[in-house]
């Protein structure tokens, strides 16, 4: 019994066959079959060679969501040279609940403002990277690939010594702050703390010594990754007058990233910018300095860098390959019967009208009139 139901099992799987067997003897070939043969192993080969490219490549995906995470804290990473000398020039930053965050995290480092001339090269390439980020988006993406390929983007050291005493304060290091709106700004002056907010000691200085002119060579929102280039790094602002003031209004992204390379938790910003010079008299009101008012968006973006699974690249191939196979068979055919038709015409060189007439769908009567006339 047993040894029939599986007989019979194996018949019906043999009635399934669906690859017709032909005997060799009757398959025919021709120049013109093989030619389209080559012609379409050649594509088949080429399309999956490119397909293979296609599986290789790796793009970004941008996802949204509301940002759910409201007790950590943000990290502001930050390096600017501001034309003054250090004990001038006091750092801090306030957030929404006015409170003032403790600063300490922050180096004052006396430096000479004007750059050597490899620090220029370096910085006019930085600002051309910049130009071309703002144009082409796509550019971004390159860069989240490479991040940790990339080259450090912080200003490289001067190559020699200047020769001239440091007129210039770079201050540099990182500070938490709240995660709320916030302003950080550097003006005339040590700040000190007060109970209602603070202040900035600025009564010693003289205003003939304000000089606002500053270089922003790296400003970020949590963890510094090497690579990344922020849309404020290379920003540089010389002034022409003493008491000036400097706005950027910052709107921070918390941004994951996740790319094959790295894993990180980091924040993207957009930037507007205002300056405008201080004059009591003027009715231009204000203090002095740099300021920079962020503020903390409430979308969150994950950029994860995806890739083509080895599944749909298997199932693109057999499309390619199945699809070419086919297509030219069809074509291959459809050419020889449209061939077949034409030299057939041509050979006999009979022309039927009644048959054709029938199929234009014209009155069968036409052809006859036109044989009348031929007559005539
Ligand atoms: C401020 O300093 C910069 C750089 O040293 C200089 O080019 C600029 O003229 C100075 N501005 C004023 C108002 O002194």
């Not at 709240?178 to 040590?190: C, D, Q, R």
């Not at 921070?252 to 008299?281: F, G, M």
């Amino acid at each position: 019994m047993r040894r029939l139901s599986r007989k019979k099992a194996l018949n019906l799987v043999k009635e399934l066959d669906a690859f017709p067997k032909v005997p060799e003897s009757y398959v025919e070939t021709s120049a013109s079959g093989g030619t389209v043969s080559l012609i379409a192993f050649t594509a088949m080969a080429l399309l999956a060679f490119f397909e293979f490219f296609v599986y290789r490549d790796t793009w970004m995906s941008y996802e949204y969501e509301v940002d759910k995470d409201f007790t950590s804290k943000l990290r502001i990473n930050i390096d600017v040279t501001v034309a003054m000398r250090c004990q001038f020039v006091g750092a801090d930053v306030l957030d929404l609940a006015e409170t003032m965050v403790a600063s300490d995290g922050l180096q004052y480092e006396p430096v000479v403002f004007e750059l050597t001339p490899q620090q220029r090269i370096w910085h006019r390439t930085l600002l051309l990277i910049q130009n071309r980020l703002r144009e082409e988006h796509a550019l971004q993406d390159v860069l989240f690939k490479s991040l940790l390929k990339g080259g450090p983007t912080a200003l490289p050291p001067r190559e020699v010594d200047p020769n001239q005493s440091p007129n210039a304060c770079r201050i540099h290091g990182h500070l938490y702050v709240n995660k709320v709106a916030g302003n950080f700004h550097i003006t005339v002056g040590k700040a000190i703390p007060h109970p209602r907010g603070h202040a900035h000691l600025a009564a010693l200085v003289s205003h003939e010594t304000y000089n606002f002119s500053h270089r922003i060579d790296h400003l970020s929102f949590g963890e510094e990754i090497p690579g990344v280039i922020n849309p404020l790094d290379g920003t540089e602002k010389v002034c022409t007058d003493h008491n000036q003031m400097f706005q950027y209004f910052i709107t921070i992204v918390p941004t994951k990233l996740k790319t094959y390379k790295i894993s990180a938790e980091t924040h993207q910003y957009s930037v507007t910018e205002r300056e405008r010079v201080i004059n009591h008299a003027a009715g231009s009101h204000g203090v002095s300095g740099i300021f920079m008012k962020y503020d903390i968006s409430s979308l969150m973006v994950t950029v994860t860098e995806q890739h083509m699974p080895l599944w749909q690249f298997l199932v693109r191939l057999c499309g390619i390959i199945g699809g070419i196979f086919s297509t030219t068979g069809m074509l291959h055919g459809l050419v020889g019967f449209c061939v077949d038709i034409v030299c057939c015409r041509l050979k006999l060189g009979v022309y039927k009208p009644k048959e054709v007439g029938i199929l234009d769908g014209h009155s069968s009567q036409t052809p006859l009139l036109t044989d009348t006339n031929e007559q005539e």
